[in-house]
């Protein structure tokens, strides 16, 4: 098992910041990648940015880059979600995750509210 817990999200206007981040617990010696998801009212959840934890490679949607970073401390066991240029259209709740099985996240967070206002 592997709980998940995220922070860090807010009310911020256009143009501006936030740094989600995401504190792992439990059997986390066996992540392979993790992950940030956001899902927005009335739509569905969709990916934003993954990291492998081994070598720390990362990819993301195309609607964040260049504006988002995904980042890992191994020793804290935490991912880390740098959002910049933020804009309207990036309001959701924001869900870590986790994959310990090399295929498919499995665990997930319980949310984290980010409002852009415009």
């Known amino acids: 098992q592997v709980q998940l817990v995220e922070s860090g999200g807010g009310l911020v206007q256009a143009g501006g910041s936030l740094r989600l981040s995401c504190a792992a617990s439990?059997?986390?010696?066996?992540?392979?990648?993790m992950g940030w998801f956001r899902q927005a009212p009335g739509k569905d959840r969709e990916f934003v940015a993954g990291?492998?934890?081994?070598?720390?490679?990362?990819y993301y949607a195309d609607s964040v880059k260049g504006r988002f970073t995904i980042s890992r401390d191994n020793a804290k066991s935490t991912v880390y979600l740098q959002m910049n240029s933020l804009k309207p259209e990036d309001t959701a709740v924001y869900y870590c995750?986790?994959?310990?099985?090399?295929?498919?996240?499995?665990?997930w967070g319980q949310g984290t509210q980010v409002t852009v206002s415009s």
């Open positions: 990291i492998w934890w081994s070598g720390g490679t990362a």
């Open positions: 439990g059997r986390t010696f066996r992540t392979y990648r």
């Open positions: 995750a986790a994959d310990v099985t090399g295929r498919q996240y499995v665990y």
